[in-house]
């Protein structure tokens, strides 16, 4: 059965595909920019190194790290690397919402879920996971510019500056630096934020209703598993990110986080926790009200 171009146009338009595609990407979009500060402070925590022959890491927290940096370089730095983490941010989320309702529907449809046919929590994880490793598998350059704008200290750096260095030092492949610590620790984040949002959701729908309460506990529920879950990876990724184009550190994923453990100590795997946990629950409590407001209204407007 063929369709004409037009009527394939309005088959997409009129359908739901496009209010997750437009409202996931509105509401990342204002969740990035106001969470990106604790962005910059997480990365600049993660690529500092304390061992006995550095000395004193140069921020001893997260407080520390948030006030130097505005008195430094001035309070617009804590929003360094804006432009790249809303293109980075916003296309990744996009995807990652328009596939996720298809990925958990055809795992639910492999096996069993509930007695409803409901998926169950597993299959929820398990599509979160798989959409966001998909998304970033994509969009990993934006977030390897994103990376060392945010970690450049002195004078400014545009995205243009990384993207010809990394070009110049490393090809094309560049881009991809950090790619499978990444898709890893973004497996974990879309599994604890898409999945645990998706059925905390929908274990406290039947007692507080459809609404602002059970979206705000779903996502500080969610923010707070991915942020648990996935800070070792997101500081291996961000070590192997921010040596792109530059003298390499570490061979590979498994190298540096071997690396990070003996010579750091176990610690380190979750340095930046606190900015990704305050980051983590902030960012999904917007971005999940956000969403689910603007995709019940393009949807009631298409209707």
Not at 46 to 74: I, W
Request: net charge positive; aromatic share 10%.
């Amino acid at each position: 059965l063929r369709y004409p171009c037009s009527t394939l146009f309005q088959v997409f338009a009129m359908s739901d595909y496009t209010a997750r595609f437009l409202a996931s990407g509105g509401a990342a979009a204002v969740a990035e920019t106001i969470t990106l500060p604790t962005d910059v402070v997480k990365v600049r925590l993660q690529v500092q190194r304390s061992t006995s022959s550095t000395g004193a890491p140069k921020y001893s927290g997260f407080a520390d790290c948030l006030l130097q940096t505005a008195r430094q370089e001035g309070l617009p730095s804590l929003w360094k690397g804006l432009t790249a983490a809303l293109v980075r941010q916003v296309s990744y989320t996009s995807m990652s919402l328009v596939i996720y309702e298809p990925i958990r529907n055809f795992y639910a449809g492999l096996s069993k879920g509930a007695s409803d046919g409901s998926p169950n929590y597993a299959q929820r994880l398990a599509a979160g996971g798989t959409a966001g490793a998909l998304a970033i598998s994509v969009f990993n350059p934006a977030e390897v510019v994103k990376t060392q704008v945010q970690t450049h200290v002195g004078a400014g750096i545009t995205m243009r500056d990384v993207i010809t260095r990394v070009w110049a030092q490393d090809g094309v492949l560049g881009f991809w630096a950090g790619v499978r610590p990444n898709v890893a620790r973004t497996f974990l984040v879309n599994a604890a934020e898409l999945g645990t949002y998706d059925e905390a959701k929908s274990q406290l729908k039947p007692y507080l209703g459809d609404g602002l309460f059970t979206h705000v506990g779903a996502s500080g529920i969610a923010g707070f598993t991915s942020a648990c879950v996935s800070t070792p990876a997101d500081v291996v990724k961000t070590r192997l990110m921010n040596s792109a184009g530059g003298e390499k550190a570490y061979r590979g994923m498994l190298h540096a986080g071997s690396s990070i453990l003996t010579e750091e100590g176990a610690g380190a795997l979750y340095k930046g926790f606190l900015p990704i946990c305050v980051r983590k629950v902030t960012w999904c409590a917007v971005f999940f009200v956000c969403y689910e407001k603007m995709r019940a209204s393009v949807n009631a407007q298409m209707a």
